[in-house]
């Protein structure tokens, strides 16, 4: 190996005096998500455990179905294949939950493990770019639990639609879904940074999810309870679920009538991606001004 | 405001701890020009740290307003970070992905500063080489030394060019040939591309060898700013005498007894021994009156030299921040040596 004098790097730096570097938001995104899934890579264990617990998930829902009668659910107005059902449910909310709580996850370990300091340091968008390659980067790891929750469904007799039209636009749902829970995880991310309440969280997130979101028992199920049933619609993922459910257990399009009422709703939520960042950048301010930055 | 590349105005930090108030950083203001090396000096707890985070956009002042390049930390954050390059000191490499290599990290950071990947990666292998980094550059950084994730950060301050490097105990881990190399380095982009550099460090020699302004701050005041040598003229009533000799082995002990005797010493400072010629620095009351009582007692030993001595910048520091050695045995070379009663 050739060594290097102090001159070399001296006459590098005077060369790279010209006027730099067209900004590539796209370039920081990706590199964000890029050496994110790196450093999830070196974790065997993890990725090996995550794994077995898509397997597991999916068996628990498929020995539950033997208790759940089809009439039942016909009445409620659904197929009567509780399997594809309630895979259905947990593959999205699933999917939703790992990616938004991991982008929280992420905020506290960049703070305990200090690099979100050095990341603050060289911040020129306010994380925007940042933020993005994280969620890219959840929802990456997130697609291969859905993915492999849907085939395991498949493998266990789930009657999902064969019609590759309407995978399409299931498809189309779950990435606005997506688009509408990053900006809540972008959010959980900010109020992370100053309040520092991660699993309490977490668990609160969750449980509105599942509990609101109807993933394991058909939402029409709370109309007895009003109250709970008229919460359950505030919710993006109350919406997404029925539009992905509804096309890929009974192969509705999500144009037909009733799909485009909740198709409405969940667009109307996209706005929330511009409060997420603004809710983001305040949390951050808050941080920097009561020291936070550092402090788990 | 063009001639200067770091200004401050009555900047303030307060941080509570329950109901008590704790002023980090009390209405500091300083002006560094641009292409200055300058030190900023002061003992654990005395706002350094706060104060380049103010800087660096990552604490937002209470009060006052600072100006990076000309652009308000406040009103322009972005804009200042494009313009620095900052290292976080005493940190143990904690600012760095553990799990990625050292050349991940590197290359990661450079794309969050827009630096673009040919430039980038150039950049990178030079530095690495230069600071023999090369061989560890695909190794992950959990398995760096400190020296080397000090390097590392070092390195990774500089990628995107900067200006105005802000730099919090740059060696401080560093083996002495690394340390020498770095020290160097850092003088050149100072004289030779005009970089301007804020420096802290606990280390007085290498504070004296590189900077040519300090600012000595301790209870988040700035109490003394001036060049390394005004700081030591400052101290007018320290008195120091430097007394070299050539002492047979086994006598040193005997000769330090004999000079703590004396009225006119009020301490023993230090000593060294470099080839055959011994150094004591004492601090005297007077050192008209003690020089002559000094070489009487010691006539009996072959004396090169006494003489009336400026006080070191450690010594000059110590006095102005206040500080007694025994608490602070960091700002010795690591040898613990008796508290200075001034």
Known sequence: MVNISGDDCIELLRVGERPLMKESFVARALTSWYYQLKILFSYKMHLALEMMDIILSALIYYFVSFLVSPQDLVALGYSPDYVAFSISGIALSRYIWTSVSRLARKMHHEISAGTFESLAAVDTDNFHSWLIGQVLYGFTWSSMWFIGTLIIGFALGAGFTSDPWIWIQAGIVVILVVIVHSAIGIMAAGMYIVHKQLETMLVLMSTVIEFFGGVIYPLSILLNYPILYYISLLMPFTHGLELFRRAIIDGTPIYSLGMLVHLSVLLLFLPLVYVGFKVFERYLNLAKKNALLSVY | ?342
Not at chain 2, 179 to 200: N, P, Q, S
């Open chain 2, 1 to 342: 405001m063009r001639e200067y590349a770091i200004v401050s105005e009555d900047l303030t930090k307060i941080f509570w701890d329950k109901d008590r108030k704790i002023v980090a950083v009390d209405h500091v203001s300083l002006k560094i020009k641009r292409g200055e090396f300058y030190g900023l000096l002061g003992p654990n707890g005395a706002g350094k740290t706060t104060y380049t985070k103010m800087l660096a956009t990552l604490l937002i002042p209470d009060e006052g307003e600072a100006w990076i390049d000309g652009f308000s930390v406040l009103k322009d954050p972005l804009e200042v970070r494009r313009r620095i390059g900052w290292m976080m000191g005493e940190t143990g490499g904690r600012a760095l992905y553990w799990r990625l290599s050292g050349y991940d990290n590197l290359m990661f950071f450079a794309t969050l500063q827009n630096v673009p990947k040919e430039i980038a990666r150039r950049r990178i292998d030079t530095f690495l080489r230069f600071l023999e980094l090369d061989d560890a550059a695909n190794k992950l950084v959990m398995e760096y030394s400190t020296g080397m994730k000090i390097k590392l950060m070092l390195i990774r301050s500089l990628l995107h060019n900067p200006n105005i490097l802000i730099l919090d105990e740059p060696t401080l881990g560093l083996d002495v040939e690394s340390a020498r190399k770095v020290r160097v380095f850092l003088r050149r982009l100072v004289d030779e591309l005009g970089k301007t550099i804020l420096f802290t460090s606990h280390n007085m020699y290498e504070v004296e060898a590189l900077c040519d302004r300090i600012a000595v701050i301790n209870r988040g005041k700035i109490i003394f700013e001036g060049t390394p040598r005004e700081i030591r003229e400052r101290v007018e009533d320290i008195k120091i005498i430097e007394i070299q000799l050539v002492l047979p082995n086994g006598e040193l002990s005997e000769v330090l007894k004999k000079l703590e005797s004396l009225s006119v010493v009020k301490e023993v400072i230090s000593h060294s021994k470099l080839g055959h010629i011994t150094t004591i620095r004492v601090s005297v009351e007077d050192h008209h009156s003690a020089i002559p009582e000094i070489a009487m007692s010691l006539s009996s030993y072959k004396i090169e030299s006494i003489f009336h001595a400026l006080p070191t910048l450690e010594e000059a520091f110590l006095k102005i921040a206040g500080i007694e050695l025994e608490d602070i045995d960091m700002y010795s070379s690591g040898k613990k040596r008796r508290a200075m009663r001034w």
